[in-house]
């Protein structure tokens, strides 16, 4: 799938984003740090949400650096939203998926109510405080 557009405004530490990855769909992940040049976002460390069904995996954070073009704020659009998720569920991934977006559409909630609970914050278990790349 390709999405008209990868993020175009402002994007900081402890956003959340879909993210495309490999053989997976887009998911969603939190933005651990922003790389810019020319005060031009280029590059984005990014913690996926959920626990990966991949034994690598398994046990720690997956995070790594991405192109922008590959990343998409997670509040897009509806239509975009429920297409990146109707492609999820159709993944070998499906069960995984469901339960990270389930945990990121909480998140967006328990935010709407409390507005000062950050994703950082609320990921904190997730995302854990140690990353593969020492950038994080």
């Known amino acids: 799938m390709t999405l008209d557009s990868g993020i175009t405004g402002p994007i900081g530490k402890g956003d959340l984003v879909w993210l495309k990855s490999r053989q997976f769909p887009f998911w969603p992940a939190i933005v651990k740090n922003v790389y810019k040049q020319k ?30 073009k590959k990343v998409v704020p997670f509040s897009i659009d509806p239509l975009q939203h429920s297409r990146l998720k109707a492609l999820g569920m159709q993944s070998a991934y499906a069960s995984e998926f469901d339960e990270a977006v389930k945990k990121a559409e909480d998140f967006i909630c328990q935010r709407a109510v409390e507005k000062t609970v950050t994703s950082l914050e609320f990921f904190a278990d997730e995302i854990g405080s140690t990353c593969k790349r020492p950038a994080c």
Do not use: L, N, Q
């Not at 005060?39 to 398994?58: A, L, M, N, W």
């Open 39 to 68: 005060s031009r976002v280029r590059k984005i460390t990014c913690c996926f949400i959920g626990k990966s069904s991949d034994s690598e995996h398994r046990e720690k954070p997956y995070t790594a650096v991405f192109h922008k």
